[in-house]
């Protein structure tokens, strides 16, 4: 994996392909190549590390060519390298393909290759691909990759083309996310939609077990059997400008500012119009409906499952209904409790996870029905699942999600309250109360965001120097604790801990020392008193504390050294404030620490692989 491009048109490709490979740079890359047909010869031109050094070789070479093929790759099967970047060929150089995902079986395959004297420059799976279509290449290469991939075990999106068919693209999808865009006489390959947003806005989205055969006169799509599929084209609403910059230093803290707007976009529509109701015109559940779920399952990985967690507060105090809270990598390998009566919700920002996507395929095939949560339409998890609630979060770019993450959380409010109210679990009253302070906390996380971003960035610096640091909490803010404490540790390489404060006295203890930072999240008047408790302990062995509150907890404010107040609100709703500044603090440590924000080492945004 991670980011596939593809261009055939009359203009010149490389540009394209770069401009597009860019676009990708969020999904998290080692290296980066392009290979363009010209002149009955296929050039190649790779390199590792950042695209920048691609781009400085492509400007040197000035390349020609109107059709090609680009890849960022992140490593799964050897080591960062040039022979082991993208694209990969055959032998003789005639077949190029590159290709997301993970060929499982790609050992015995290479073992049967080589002792037919294939000769192979790579350490990669991929290679296998290009050596294969070169074995079995009968003078059409529709039907030679259709040949290869009866071959293939695993997960594959795959764009091949040849010198031997030199105006033709053959594109793959099985279990790796992949669109192809029209414009006029031109056509876009790629993994993800802001690669060609700025050139087109329609794409056919191709399904798993899909082939695109891509040439200047149109696009044929078929199954892996050949039957010819029909495809309705899909106009994408996004904005180019909304995945640029914009002015700020990174994606990253765009996307935290982008967060009012965000909030708004969540409950747009969702609520009837003298703010007495949810409506989610999405689903249709029915009291009957309702009543038959003996338990909900909210299953997801990294901070989506996070904002699972916070939810199994809302659904069990709202809806009276238990709730777990699986990772998806985990549940389809421990044989889930999971039938008919049950509704499981998978959460996805981007709609592939890999994990994600097979747990979705394991609870239906247990009989359960399967709710949804997204932010990119037409992704294959909101599209396989029986019902689907998109979070409107609009593109994300920065690997290390926020607003995605505060929509999520938005979005299952919502839906607690919608269930509430068909299973009448909550007054009427109630249902207004919460729907009031909803509607406000748009303008509340705008607020936070201007009130504190100057004090958490002049603070920042005290907390860069250590490489521990700890993140407490009770109630929801323990769920909340858990995303900021993967926050920092993810864009600051800081090695950073949650724990439910009350945990602290089973070992927790032993690891504060003198000036090490806790993060204390203390917004629940629930168990305040027990919190302050908490916060003396970890103040007794002289930690440096950072407190999330309330603005009017005097007694919590007095025993901090840093104070980041929020707004007030409902208790319940209080996890869309405390995120915010364990945001920015994550952000301005890792500023100051010299790290790479958006695209933080090893990691990749949309994870398609197991």
């Not at 059997?225 to 904005?239: A, N, R």
């Not at 906390?441 to 700890?470: C, H, R, T």
Request: overall charge negative.
């Amino acid at each position: 994996m991670c980011g596939i491009v593809g261009y055939i048109g009359e203009k010149t490709a490389s540009s394209i392909l770069v401009d597009g490979l860019n676009k990708l740079e969020y999904r998290g890359y080692d290296s980066a190549g392009i290979a363009l047909y010209h002149q009955g010869e296929i050039d190649i031109y790779k390199q590792v590390g950042k695209l920048e050094n691609l781009e400085e070789l492509v400007t040197k070479e000035e390349p020609k060519g109107k059709i090609g093929i680009g890849h960022t790759r992140w490593a799964t099967h050897g080591r960062p390298s040039t022979p082991n970047s993208h694209p990969h060929t055959s032998c003789e150089g005639k077949f190029v393909v590159v290709h997301n995902g993970i060929i499982e079986n790609y050992l015995p395959l290479k073992e049967e290759l080589l002792a037919e004297d294939h000769q192979f420059n790579s350490e990669t799976d991929t290679e296998v691909i290009a050596h294969l279509i070169e074995k079995y290449y009968d003078g059409e290469l529709e039907a030679t990759v259709q040949k290869v991939i009866e071959k293939l075990e695993g997960s594959y999106a795959l764009v091949v083309m040849t010198v031997n068919e030199p105006d033709k693209l053959v594109v793959v999808r099985q279990d790796s996310p992949l669109i192809v865009g029209l414009k006029d006489s031109e056509y876009f390959v790629a993994s993800d939609i802001p690669a060609i947003l700025k050139h087109t806005d329609q794409v056919y989205i191709l399904d798993d077990e899909e082939i695109a055969v891509i040439t200047r006169d149109g696009v044929k799509l078929s199954a892996f059997d050949g039957e010819l599929v029909e495809k309705e084209v899909f106009t994408v609403d996004w904005d180019p400008g909304m995945a640029e910059k914009a002015g700020y230093d990174h994606f990253m803290l765009k996307e935290i500012h982008e967060q009012p707007e965000a909030l708004r976009r969540a409950i747009s529509g969702r609520l009837s119009n003298d703010n007495s109701k949810v409506i989610l015109e999405e689903l249709d559940f029915t009291l009957e409906d309702v009543n038959g779920y003996e338990r909900i399952y909210i299953v997801a990985c990294g901070t989506a499952y996070h904002s699972g967690l916070v939810a199994k507060y809302l659904i069990e105090d709202l809806v009276r209904v238990p709730v777990e809270v699986d990772i998806a990598s985990e549940f389809r390998y421990r044989s889930p409790l999971v039938n008919e009566n049950t509704l499981v919700i998978v959460v996805s920002q981007s709609g592939e996870t890999a994990d994600t996507l097979a747990a979705l395929r394991e609870a239906q095939d247990r009989g359960a029905e399967v709710l949804a949560i997204s932010n990119v339409v037409g992704g294959t998890i909101p599209r396989e699942a029986d019902k689907v609630l998109y979070i409107h979060a609009g593109p994300e770019i920065a690997v290390a999600s926020t607003k995605a993450y505060i929509n999520m959380l938005m979005v299952f409010y919502l839906l607690a309250i919608y269930l509430a109210q068909v299973k009448e679990t909550i007054s009427q009253r109630r249902v207004k109360e919460l729907i009031a302070a909803l509607k406000n906390l748009p303008n509340q996380v705008g607020q936070i965001i201007n009130k504190s971003e100057e004090m958490i960035e002049d603070f920042a610096s005290d907390y860069a120097e250590y490489e521990n640091a700890f993140f407490i909490g009770r109630s929801i803010d323990y769920a909340v604790a858990l995303e900021g404490a993967l926050k920092l540790k993810e864009i600051s390489y800081i090695h950073a801990e949650s724990y439910a404060a009350g945990e602290l006295k089973h070992g927790t203890l032993a690891l504060i020392e003198e000036g090490v930072p806790v993060i204390a999240l203390a917004t629940q008047k629930s168990v305040l008193d027990k919190m302050l408790s908490n916060v003396r302990e970890v103040q007794a062995r002289e930690a440096s504390v950072t407190g999330i509150v309330l603005g009017n907890d005097e007694d919590i404010i007095k025993s901090l050294d840093h104070i980041i107040e929020i707004p007030s609100t409902e208790e319940i709703l209080t996890s869309i404030l405390t995120v915010v500044p364990l945001q920015l603090l994550a952000y301005y440590v890792a500023v100051e620490r010299g790290c790479d924000v958006d695209q933080p080492r090893n990691l990749a945004k949309s994870v398609t692989v197991e």
